[in-house]
């Protein structure tokens, strides 16, 4: 039996990730009321009642708080890839997984799109979006190398590179035209285009 939860670290590590759950929900709700740049720190403590200090213990910036969670999607996304079956082709397998991803998101369409607003309209919060996207490649690359036949020729690990880059680069140019249509294009059908036109 794993009586670890039970002692004094584990109850320490659960009320830390239940302060930064609140948190999180406190700061999104003031995010999607006032917008991200109008939102402050203190605003954000404050609100929850602690200490500006305190707040910096669990997220040093604001587009920690909204992206802090970044690392968790791309350990779900890579995940989701090694799942798929090994007779996928590399575009087969990582657009079901990036679809898997999407659906397990806990928001509502119109949440998503709040929020998917919000990152693309604050260019801090896009670049620091796009420098965590940069790690979800180094996850996704080991299972396109044994897609593609994992061989000691260097050039296999850059081509899965450039399918892995390709792809996210892709889902991130489908939902931005899906945030610029405010919700009403096809998403999947973005994708599926943006790939096209990469293929071609």
């Given amino acids: 039996m794993d009586l ?17 759950a609140e948190i999180v929900a406190t700061a999104m709700r003031l995010f999607l009321e006032r917008g991200f740049e109008a939102t402050t720190m203190e605003q954000i403590a404050s609100e929850i009642g602690m200490s500006r200090r305190s707040l910096f213990r669990y997220f040093g910036t604001k587009e920690d708080i909204v992206l802090g969670d970044h690392a968790e999607h791309g350990e779900a996304l890579r995940a989701a890839l090694e799942a798929r079956p090994a007779g996928e082709t590399p575009w087969e397998a990582l657009r079901a ?12 369409p119109e949440d998503f799109l709040k929020i998917t607003s919000m990152l693309h309209a604050s260019p801090s919060l896009r670049a620091r979006q796009l420098e965590k996207r940069q790690k979800w490649t180094d996850l996704l690359v080991p299972d ?57």
């Fill in 4 to 20: 670890r939860a039970g002692n004094p670290a584990g109850l320490r590590e659960r009320t830390r990730r239940a302060v930064q």
């Fill in 97 to 108: 997984a990036l679809k898997a991803l999407f659906d397990s998101l806990p928001y509502s």
């Fill in 144 to 200: 396109i190398v044994r897609r593609l036949g994992a061989t000691t020729d260097p050039m296999t690990a850059v081509r899965a590179r450039a399918l892995a880059a390709c792809a996210l680069a892709c889902s991130e140019t489908a939902t931005d035209a899906w945030v610029r249509s405010g919700g009403t294009i096809d998403m999947e059908r973005a994708f599926d285009e943006a790939v096209a036109a990469v293929r071609g």
